[in-house]
């Protein structure tokens, strides 16, 4: 059977036995905004002290906007903001600025449903 590099590391995302490939561990799916909360300093000191720790990131749309999911050991964490809570982003330039600025070079990003400010106001000048 020919499996291509994309599944194997679908496999590994979904704990999945490449060899075998058998899952060993259930992985539930849970919406991005149920996660627990990272605040920054905690980001600040794995992408300072411990960037091994730090798996992957995903920019993931939500209906309040753009959030990043960090994947730090085996646990999955939103980042949230310095005064409490999520942090939102308007774009995932901004995202991606803050990932960056932490060493966090490589991410993916799930777009779906989401609409650019730029093409949001385009399509509101051409109701009007």
Avoid: C
Wanted: proline residues 5%; hydrophobic residues 40%; charged residues 25%.
């Amino acid at each position: 059977m020919d499996y291509s590099p994309y599944i194997f590391d679908l496999a590994k995302f979904n704990n999945v036995d490449e060899i075998r490939r058998v899952g060993y561990k259930v992985m539930v799916e849970m919406e991005p905004l149920s996660l627990e909360v990272l605040p920054p300093s905690h980001f600040k000191a794995f992408a300072k002290n411990a960037p091994h720790e730090i798996k992957g990131a995903v920019i993931e749309n939500t209906e309040r906007g753009l959030v990043i999911v960090l994947h730090v050991g085996n646990e999955r964490r939103i980042l949230g903001q310095y005064r409490g809570g999520i942090r939102f982003f308007r774009s995932f330039d901004g995202a991606a600025a803050v990932l960056r600025q932490h060493g966090v070079l490589h991410w993916t990003a799930n777009a779906k449903g989401w609409i650019p400010r730029t093409l949001e106001a385009k399509e509101r000048s051409s109701d009007g």
